[in-house]
């Protein structure tokens, strides 16, 4: 995934890190809650960047810890790392959340209450994410660059925006009448 890549990249780009270190920094900036980042997915991305000469390995012993391995971006993954920022820069991804908005156009094939039920638990979960991300909010608000601010704060606006139309749709449930009406205009 995209986002793997670029964290991974864009970490290496910073300065040399062995996987843990990586892991750290994600969750020091919360990637891990906002892009969704799991160390498995870096261990994964590292495997596969070592495999395509974006890093190079080299192993470090310190103490009595065991060996463990330093990965060093190249000059490929620089060149990497900069189309994968432009491409992200650029990419628009309408309908991003392809299976909701399918399932919104489908709504009508189950009962009015189910739809009702499972509207409400994606608002809860939404509401439950907003608090998160809010918090995060105001723990980065005054120590972030406006880069990774910026990042946080549209966060928040995209969720916000989730939960207003969650229950935008379930008003408009709540309202339907003739639900099989709905159904057989098409």
Request: aromatic content about 8%.
């Amino acid at each position: 995934m995209t986002r793997n890549r670029l964290a991974v990249l864009g970490l290496l780009r910073e300065h040399p890190r062995h996987g843990y270190q990586i892991d750290q920094e994600i969750k020091k900036r919360s990637m891990d809650k906002w892009a969704n980042i799991a160390i498995a997915s870096v261990y994964n991305t590292l495997t596969a960047y070592e495999k395509k000469g974006l890093v190079t390995v080299k192993k470090e012993k310190v103490g009595n810890m065991p060996e463990r391995k330093v990965y060093h971006i190249t000059s490929k993954g620089i060149k990497e790392l900069a189309a994968l920022v432009e491409d992200g820069l650029i990419k628009i991804v309408p309908h991003s959340n392809v299976v909701f908005l399918l399932s919104v156009g489908f709504i009508t094939n189950i009962p009015p209450k189910k739809a009702l039920e499972a509207l409400i638990k994606r608002k809860e979960q939404l509401e439950a994410h907003l608090a998160m991300v809010n918090e995060i909010y105001h723990l980065h608000k005054k120590f972030v660059p406006f880069n990774w601010f910026y990042i946080i704060d549209s966060c928040l606006k995209r969720i916000q925006t989730a939960v207003n139309e969650t229950q935008y749709l379930i008003s408009k449930v709540k309202t339907i009448k003739a639900w099989e009406t709905v159904l057989k205009q098409h």
